[in-house]
């Protein structure tokens, strides 16, 4: 099983950047997905998650209009578009797949670095 983000990077404050995550070694059309952060010194936060079929999304208050979350689970790949970046979302983004079948299940990416400068 892998999770494997890319699109991190270095940008300034009102600009944007495109994470994705490329999964493999699981049935990714079977799992919800979802992206988390954790910044320094703070607890790893769910930023953005949408189901197995894209029906349902949700975001953080803190992301809600900026970031969108979208998945092609002909390509095994969930994204996400971050626009107006400020500051406060520099952070380390982690990729999840999650399942309940007869328990829960999921699995996280090793996570991409975002700074967003002032």
């Known amino acids: 099983v892998q999770l494997v983000e890319s699109g991190g990077g270095l940008v300034h404050a009102g600009g944007s950047l495109r994470l994705s995550c490329a999964a493999s070694?699981?049935?990714?059309?079977?799992?919800?997905m979802s992206w988390y952060r954790q910044a320094p010194g703070k607890e790893r936060e769910q930023v953005a998650g949408i189901t197995s079929a894209g029906g349902s999304i949700h975001y953080a208050d803190s992301v809600k209009g900026r970031f969108t979350i979208s998945r092609d689970n002909a390509k095994n790949t969930v994204y996400l578009q971050m626009n107006s970046l400020k500051p406060e979302d520099t952070a380390v983004y982690y990729c999840?797949?999650?399942?309940?079948?007869?328990?829960?299940?999921?699995?996280w990416g090793q996570g991409t670095q975002v700074t967003v400068s002032s």
């Open positions: 070694g699981f049935t990714f059309s079977r799992f919800a």
């Open positions: 999840n797949a999650a399942v309940f079948l007869s328990g829960f299940l999921d699995y």
